[in-house]
């Protein structure tokens, strides 16, 4: 990285930090999608779903978004006070 100018430097910091940001959410997702599939697909799988599993899976996502949105907005009210 010694060859890089300041600039590139930079923007090579930014992309490498946008794809961290981009792995840890897919791995979220994953994990979560798991977790949903696991709690909420309790017979075989066919071509639709029940209407309890379809419920179940709307809400355990709709559960996911709104811890994931909730701990983005108190981590980044925790960086503000922190700096």
């Given at each position: 990285m010694d060859k890089f100018d300041d600039?590139?430097?930079k923007e090579l910091g930014e992309f490498l930090e946008q794809?961290?940001?981009r792995a840890r959410m897919q791995s979220s997702v994953l994990q979560y999608t798991d977790m949903c599939w696991t709690k909420c697909i309790t017979g075989s799988v066919s071509t639709r779903f029940s209407r309890?599993?379809?419920?179940c899976l709307l809400n355990c996502v709709d559960?996911?978004?709104d811890?994931?949105?909730?701990?983005?907005?108190k981590l980044e009210a925790q960086r503000k006070e922190s700096a």
């Open positions: 600039a590139t430097k794809e961290q940001a309890g599993e379809e419920s559960r996911f978004l811890t994931s949105l909730f701990i983005v907005n």
